[in-house]
């Protein structure tokens, strides 16, 4: 019955994206590990962040119970439905090569799973580290490749995953891009950046890097 929801996803990935990423972002395995990043974030409460490829907000709605939100994604039906759920959010429609802040506007600026995707990595980073203060935080959430198909399954038997879930996990493993932690690193260097925490996640399917 498996391939049932391997098909339901790949509609939804068709069809019906906005819905896709609202379903992944509650699933317990994605929506913990996202939480558990921005906590040992250890930014204070009430600063002023910015997160960059909000997509439908789910990440956004957690956010804003602590801080002061600025969510901006390049996608306009995906701004459109992050609206509609939660208007009390400053969502903005914006490209994350030319955001339209001052520099040193914010306290932190965020992303997850945006520098995998993007084609101009180094113009993506350096355009967050200009809107983040001098004193500030960037920190991005990324796959990595080096996570191979056996530790998918030892992932998937760990959490005790089944149906949609375990379809999904499979799905993000097998399509989302992944970038070498070495390629990361010479990243950083290339922007001027120093790398200050970096964290595994999902048993190694995922690291997050914080920049200063």
Known sequence: MQWIYVLQIKLLALFYPAKLFEKIN???WYKESLQRWIKEQNIPQNSSILEVGSATGSLSKHLAN???LTAVDASKS???????????ID?????VYALPFPSGHFDAVLSSSLLNVVSDKKKALLEMKRVCKHTGKVTFLIPVEGFIDT???HLIHTFQLTGFS???LKAWHTMAKKIPIQN???LADECGLRITKQQTYLEGMVVSISIS
């Open 151 to 153: 530790d998918l399954t």
């Open 78 to 88: 995906m701004v459109k439905y992050a609206k509609n759920h939660a208007n009390h």
């Open 26 to 28: 509650q699933l317990s």
């Open 66 to 68: 602590s801080y002061n």
């Open 166 to 168: 375990k379809a999904a």
């Open 184 to 186: 990361i690193k010479d």
């Open 91 to 95: 969502f903005k429609v914006a490209d």
